[in-house]
T-cell receptor, first 115, second 113 residues
Framework: GAVVSQHPSRVICKSGTSVKIECRSLDFQATTMFWYRQFPKQSLMLMATSNEGSKATYEQGVEKDKFLINHASLTLSTLTVTSAHPEDSSFYIC???????????FGQGTRLTVV | KNQVEQSPQSLIILEGKNCTLQCNYTVSPFSNLRWYKQDTGRGPVSLTIMTFSENTKSNGRYTATLDADTKQSSLHITASQLSDSASYICVVSASTGFQKLVFGTGTRLLVSP
């Protein structure tokens, strides 16, 4: 399958700071990327969908000003958690697909801990 | 409401034994159903994907079945190995514009020696 790489795999930051997570499609052009959040022992929850060159579409209840998504190229999307708080601590996962008729592949996830 | 329910929530089996995980869904309209394996602290990895017309698909020791009439799927793992210990997630895709994925809560499988 296609390769989607996330960076960093783990990050610890202080409360009030911002953290950027990168999601890259290594061997295909990703027209659409998805960002998920997963709390312990729970399923993945879709946060937002981004199409290259367009503004992201956020799911209900997700603050777009807090979770900034940029999908500036066909191989890179970034999620920035602004003014992070301990309750933002979670496992963040991205997935990417080349078009709506193909399968989306997941990155390896980023464990964010806000202290 | 689109939902995907999985059972059991968790399962412990001895190495070498077989097991079957269940998935019931109410997603409509239905596009496809996928089973993923998620190791702890990692992203999900696809095991199988089935469309409406497919009722079984295998990937090595993993065999998935789909009954679109009863909206049920199962994942059978044969001759389990320690490395099979993971969460197994059933994901159903609705045939909407962006093929929105509906995730089950997963079954946590522990294979013990």
């Amino acid at each position: 399958g296609a390769v989607v790489s996330q960076h960093p795999s783990r990050v610890i930051c202080k409360s009030g700071t911002s953290v950027k997570i990168e999601c890259r499609s290594l061997d295909f052009q990703a027209t659409t990327m998805f960002w998920y959040r997963q709390f312990p022992k729970q399923s993945l929850m879709l946060m937002a969908t981004s199409n290259e060159g367009s503004k992201a579409t956020y799911e209900q209840g997700v603050e777009k000003d807090k979770f900034l998504i940029n999908h500036a190229s066909l191989t890179l999307s970034t999620l920035t958690v602004t003014s992070a708080h301990p309750e933002d601590s979670s496992f963040y996962i991205c997935s990417a697909r080349s078009d709506r008729n193909t399968e989306a592949f997941f990155g390896q996830g980023t464990r964010l801990t806000v202290v | 409401k689109n939902q995907v329910e999985q059972s059991p929530q968790s399962l412990i089996i001895l190495e070498g034994k077989n097991c079957t995980l269940q998935c019931n869904y109410t997603v409509s309209p239905f596009s496809n159903l996928r089973w993923y394996k998620q190791d702890t602290g990692r992203g999900p990895v696809s095991l199988t994907i089935m469309t409406f017309s497919e009722n079984t698909k295998s990937n090595g020791r993993y065999t998935a079945t789909l009954d679109a009439d009863t909206k049920q799927s199962s994942l059978h793992i044969t001759a389990s190995q320690l490395s099979d210990s993971a969460s197994y997630i059933c994901v159903v895709s609705a045939s909407t514009g962006f093929q929105k994925l509906v995730f089950g809560t997963g079954t946590r499988l522990l294979v013990s020696p």
